[in-house]
């Protein structure tokens, strides 16, 4: 496979110099290692997995560091300064993530954070970040089916819920009436597609739809019962977000799993909470 700047990559060591190694970058030529990255007992025709990118004077430059997102993922990165050309963003490398001007779906303040896409900027070789992320996404039609599991980054709020990015590829809807727990802007969560629609726009849940995953949350109910010395004043008529906040689901899934445990004989439901047996 071709050596892909802004991408982790498994590159052999050629030569050791003053300054560092030198890496087989083959297509784009040697790829300096500095000796500030080196790991110890490195040797010639070893192997070493390293991020690719450009420094300050525009040189390929390996690390073995790893930044917070490669190209063609999004992250929620910090601003640490801003210039009369655009914004820097923390991405843990020396170097920071430009985002120019044009790039900005509103204007970045300094340590703010803010959701980006990153990107090879193919006429210049720099990898920089936008902000527009959603022009960067959905150009794929999606193969998604009800219950699929799916990585989440939450990215916007909006009158109906929480917009977030599915996988780097693809946007999607949180709806409110739907939450069990609090979402903010910038979280990782695990998801579920709820629906793909006609026009392709994307349903999502944070549970998974269409199975009973019972077994799981009442084998939860009974480890946090158990901790917390086998009584909670909670039942099936608490507050959704009581409920949310003990046992990390849905008053929906509560319930179904309080059923299943009562039917085992596992718990006692009294008027003001629930005992184990």
């Not at 490195?42 to 192997?47: K, L, P, Y």
């Not at 420094?55 to 929620?76: N, Q």
Request: hydrophobic letters at 40%.
């Amino acid at each position: 496979m071709p050596v892909q700047i802004g991408k982790t990559n498994r590159l052999k060591v050629l030569r050791k110099v003053s300054v560092g190694v030198y890496l087989d970058g083959d297509t784009i030529g040697d790829v300096l290692l500095p000796n500030r990255y080196i790991p110890q007992n490195i040797s010639e025709g070893d192997e070493i997995d390293v991020f690719i990118y450009l420094d300050s004077e525009d040189r390929l430059i390996a690390t073995t560091e790893v930044p917070y997102a490669h190209v063609g993922e999004c992250a929620f990165l910090k601003v640490v300064s801003v210039s009369r050309v655009g914004a820097f963003l923390d991405w843990g490398l020396i170097k920071d993530l430009f985002v120019p001007f044009r790039e900005q779906a509103v204007r970045m303040e300094k340590d703010c954070a803010y959701v980006v896409y990153v990107y090879l900027d193919h006429d210049t070789g720099r990898i920089a970040a936008s902000s527009k992320f959603g022009r960067f996404l959905d150009n794929v039609s999606p193969d998604y089916k009800p219950g699929d599991e799916v990585d989440l980054l939450i990215a916007e709020k909006t009158p109906l819920g929480f917009r977030a990015v599915i996988n780097n590829v693809h946007t999607g809807m949180l709806y409110d009436n739907q939450l069990f727990k609090p979402l903010e802007i910038g979280h990782s969560v695990r998801g579920y597609i709820a629906k793909v629609r006609d026009d392709d726009k994307i349903d999502l849940l944070l549970e998974q739809p269409g199975y009973e995953k019972t077994d799981s949350h009442a084998n939860h109910v009974l480890d946090v019962l158990k901790a917390k010395g086998g009584y909670l004043a909670v039942t099936d008529k608490s507050d959704p977000d009581e409920i949310s906040t003990l046992f990390g689901m849905s008053k929906k899934n509560f319930k179904k799993a309080l059923g299943a445990l009562y039917k085992q004989r596992l718990v006692i439901i009294e008027d003001k909470g629930v005992r184990l047996v």
